[in-house]
């Protein structure tokens, strides 16, 4: 999906380099779970 495309990779690059995203951190969970659900 093209979310974890976009915010995967800076929650990714963030956690690497020690930099924080708190967005990203609570968004890619959530859009996560809600791709998993019916529909």
């Given at each position: 999906m093209e979310?974890?495309?976009r915010n995967g990779v800076i929650q990714r690059y963030g956690?690497?380099?020690?930099i924080a995203?708190?967005?990203?951190d609570v968004v890619?969970?959530?859009l996560a779970?809600?791709?998993?659900g019916p529909g």
């Amino acid at each position: 999906m093209e979310w974890d495309i976009r915010n995967g990779v800076i929650q990714r690059y963030g956690r690497k380099h020690g930099i924080a995203v708190p967005i990203s951190d609570v968004v890619v969970p959530l859009l996560a779970a809600g791709s998993e659900g019916p529909g």
